[in-house]
């Protein structure tokens, strides 16, 4: 647009994560090589109760939703049995989720090797006065607008002023950034929404009040901050002694229903893939927990959005397509809700497809536990035994 010849500085590049069950890592400590088989880092950290590991770095194509490669995902396996006693089995069957991430890498335009690429972002201001900044990455979007808005203020010779009545983003009058918005950059002053009545003991206020397991308040309080009061308030009751409130969407993860009503109510949530992967990260830590998980997600919202079947039926089309890119079997993407309901995310038709996805070995048809105790004596004891005489 500013320059039509110019040549594009923007290189994407593909990644592929991994997430692994969470016993591939201790809890607080991870691991980065930067000199693997073939030259490129890997890392291997615990996140959210599991294990991330990557990632694979090669040019691509963009589109909407990258799957990632099994070339990519047994490299990374690969790599990851290095790292760990040789009698760890590390099977296709641990890998919960992939995905392919798309990096843009950019090219200095300026720079006299043109062809060098940027892993950070980079601000450039072209003859005719257009400041870009491109790439970077979500963690780093402070810096990124506070050396933008720095460079236009000095290439553009802008005046900043002071800013009155400011909103309150707390939520309550209580409470005060205490930045002074005198026209200089706050940004390392200002909190991120949540944070000004977070405490790390917040949970226990949780737990107390709400009646919330011990797991799910922390989950809350760690996503959420001080907002996990109302999160926990758009809980349904339980009907059991304890927990009191948080219905769990998934029985093996923290994500609760509150967090369905509170991603539509005050996160702009839309569609079952928002709840699924942008407002709990869920897609993200297993594709088949976020599959099973797909039926109870479509009925909160349409509770809150009032959908209908057709609108239904497309939200489970939809999130199936997505879940692809994260790593969902092949044979599990056509499954339909009966499917799911019925049992059906955990059943293998063929011993190829138990071998690949499959995180344990396949039981005999009957073990020496599994018998039935008879009049003759305890199975579980050699019959000479005392105890069965």
């Not at 040019?59 to 760890?88: A, F, V």
Request: proline share 6%; charged share 25%.
């Amino acid at each position: 647009m500013d320059t039509p010849g110019v040549s594009e500085i923007v290189a994407p590049s593909s990644g592929v994560h991994v997430v692994l069950p969470g016993y591939y890592s201790p809890a607080k400590m991870g691991l980065i090589d930067p000199s693997t088989s073939d030259g490129r880092v890997i890392f291997f950290l615990p996140w959210q109760g599991n294990t991330i590991a990557g990632t694979t770095d090669a040019p691509t194509d963009i589109t909407p939703n990258p799957i990632p490669g099994e070339k990519e995902i047994e490299w990374i396996l690969s790599e990851i049995r290095t790292y760990l006693s040789p009698d760890i089995n590390v099977r296709r069957g641990d890998v919960l989720s992939a995905w392919s991430g798309i990096r843009p890498l950019v090219r200095d335009p300026k720079a006299k090797n043109t062809e060098s690429l940027v892993r950070n972002h980079l601000i450039d201001v072209s003859e005719s006065g257009l400041l870009t900044c491109a790439g970077g990455k979500w963690t780093t979007y402070r810096q990124m607008a506070e050396e933008t808005v720095d460079e236009a203020i000095k290439v553009f010779g802008l005046k900043p002023g002071p800013f009155k009545n400011a909103p309150a983003i707390s939520g309550t009058e209580m409470m005060d950034d205490g930045a002074t918005l005198d026209g200089s950059c706050q940004t390392h002053q200002v909190r991120l929404l949540g944070a000004h009545g977070y405490s790390k003991t917040l949970f226990i206020n949780l737990i107390q009040h709400f009646g919330l397991e011990t797991d799910v308040a922390k989950h809350l309080i760690e996503a959420y901050g001080d907002r996990a009061w109302t999160v926990a308030a758009l809980s349904a009751p339980t009907n059991q002694r304890f927990p009191v409130r948080g219905i769990r969407i998934s029985p093996l993860y923290s994500f609760i229903d509150g967090e369905v009503r509170y991603g539509v109510r005050h996160e702009y949530a839309s569609t079952a893939v928002d709840i699924l992967a942008r407002r709990t990260r869920l897609a993200f830590l297993s594709s088949q927990a976020a599959l099973e998980a797909l039926p109870g997600i479509i009925d909160l919202m349409s509770e809150e959005l009032g959908w209908d079947g057709k609108r239904q039926d497309d939200e489970w089309n939809d999130s199936l397509r997505f879940l692809a890119s994260m790593g969902l079997p092949k044979n599990k993407q056509s499954l339909t809700r009966k499917n799911v309901e019925s049992g059906m995310v955990g059943k293998w038709e063929d011993e190829e497809q138990w071998r690949m996805y499959s995180r344990h070995d396949g039981p005999a048809d009957e073990l020496p536990s599994d018998a039935k105790e008879s009049s003759s004596g305890n199975p579980m004891l050699e019959k000479e035994s005392p105890a069965n005489k």
